[in-house]
T-cell receptor
Framework: GAVVSQHPSRVICKSGTSVKIECRSL??????MFWYRQFPKQSLMLMAT?????????EQGVEKDKFLINHASLTLSTLTVTSAHPEDSSFYIC???????????FGDGTRLSIL | DAKTTQPPSMDCAEGRAANLPCNHS???????VYWYRQIHSQGPQYIIH???NNETNEMASLIITEDRKSSTLILPHATLRDTAVYYC???????????FGTGTRLTIIP
């Protein structure tokens, strides 16, 4: 149980393109989803927290207008990287949690490469 | 900043028990300790969590000291597929956000 699916697994696109990443909880309803970013040889950094039906809460230093998060249902959250540039190239990972104090379950990540 | 301290790396022979320590001296009484691992180029995988009592599941055992300031994750019979970075985390109480430190890079040696 507790499977989180993330799609696509890899994206390569040109600078200025907007990229959408989907995160789905397959066998549970996720009241909260989280988005992380991981640069090479570094640890995961939390970007934002989203609760179903409300606006995402962004961590300090993360631009909300650049990283658009939508959590429209209890099983789906999307992250859109708008007008992506090479410095946005990273490994983006989502996680989902059913209720507070339960473990977060992670997707397999999306490797984004901006040329 | 991560609130836990873990050794940066450890080796363990295949088939032996891997014991991964973690110090979390600032943990409060109602905060759980979670363990995750990340195999290269994949998302983190939940392993186990606990509050006060020792816990065991199909993947591992978690031993928490009585004062709750440290814990040890035990993989009873390590395999090559257990090679990963292991993270010990206690989330902020009330919002449960995870702050990942640098973890312990565990290498299982054939």
């Amino acid at each position: 149980g507790a499977v989180v699916s993330q799609h696509p697994s890899r994206v390569i696109c040109k600078s200025g393109t907007s990229v959408k990443i989907e995160c789905r909880s397959l066998d549970f309803q996720a009241t909260t989803m989280f988005w992380y970013r991981q640069f090479p040889k570094q640890s995961l950094m939390l970007m934002a927290t989203s609760n179903e039906g409300s606006k995402a809460t962004y961590e300090q230093g993360v631009e909300k207008d650049k990283f658009l998060i939508n959590h429209a249902s209890l099983t789906l959250s999307t992250l859109t990287v708008t007008s992506a540039h090479p410095e946005d190239s990273s490994f983006y990972i989502c996680s989902a949690r059913e209720v507070l104090y339960q473990p977060q379950h992670f997707g397999d990540g999306t490797r984004l490469s901006i040329l | 900043d991560a609130k836990t301290t873990q050794p940066p790396s450890m080796d363990c022979a295949e088939g032996r028990a891997a014991n991964l320590p973690c110090n979390h001296s600032t943990i409060s009484g109602n905060e759980y300790v979670y363990w995750y691992r990340q195999i290269h180029s994949q998302g983190p995988q939940y392993i186990i969590h606990g509050l006060k009592n020792n816990e065991t599941n199909e993947m591992a055992s978690l031993i928490i000291t009585e004062d709750r300031k440290s814990s040890t994750l035990i993989l009873p019979h390590a395999t090559l597929r257990d090679t990963a970075v292991y993270y010990c985390i206690f989330p902020n109480f009330g919002n449960e956000k995870l702050t990942f430190g640098t973890g312990t890079r565990l290498t299982i040696i054939p």
